[in-house]
C-alpha cells in the first residue's frame, strides 16, 4: 500500500511539470500574415549586364496568372526607376489603379517569377510589386526594391 501511494505521487508530479512546459511556449507566434516578396537572383548594389534575367520569390500568398481577383493571391509586376509617387503608391498600399504595362512596368500575368529586364547604362532602382488578378498592387503591400548598376 505504501510503494502504489508513492508512485501516484511520482506521476502526478510528471504530469505537472509537461503542462507547465507547454504554456511557455507559442508566445512567439506572428499574426501579421506576414506575406513577402524578395529579389532571389540580383542583391542591392549588383552590376547587370543587360538585357538581364531577374527574378522574384513570393511567400505567404499564392503566385497565379492575372484575371480573377482572390483573396491572398497576385502576380508579380517589376518597375524601373520608380518615380517618388510611384514609390509611395505602391509601397504605402494607396494605389487602387491597375498598373501600367509598358516597358518601365513589367507584368508576369501568367504566373511565372522571373522578367528580362533591359537596362540603359549607369544605376537603376528596381521595385518588385505582386499585384491581383486585375493589376491593382496589394493592400497591405508586397514590395521589395534593389539598387543596380547596368553595364
Ligand atoms: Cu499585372
Known sequence: MQRYGRHAWAAGLAIGIGV???GGAGTTTD????AAVRFTNVADGAELTS???VC???NGLAIE???DVKEASGHHHLVIDPTADEKAAYGGGTSTDP???DE??????DGTSCFTVELSPGPHELMAVVADGAHVPLNPPV????????K
Do not use: D, F, I, W
Not at 104 to 109: D, I, S, T, W
Not at 143 to 150: E, G, L, Q
Open 143 to 150: 514590395v521589395a526594391s534593389v539598387n543596380v548598376t547596368a
Open 56 to 58: 522574384v520569390e513570393a
Open 65 to 67: 496568372a492575372a484575371g
Open 104 to 109: 518601365r512596368h513589367l507584368h508576369l500575368g
Open 31 to 34: 499574426t501579421s500574415g506576414g
Open 99 to 101: 498598373m501600367a504595362k
Open 51 to 53: 538585357p538581364a534575367e
Open 20 to 22: 507547465s512546459g507547454c
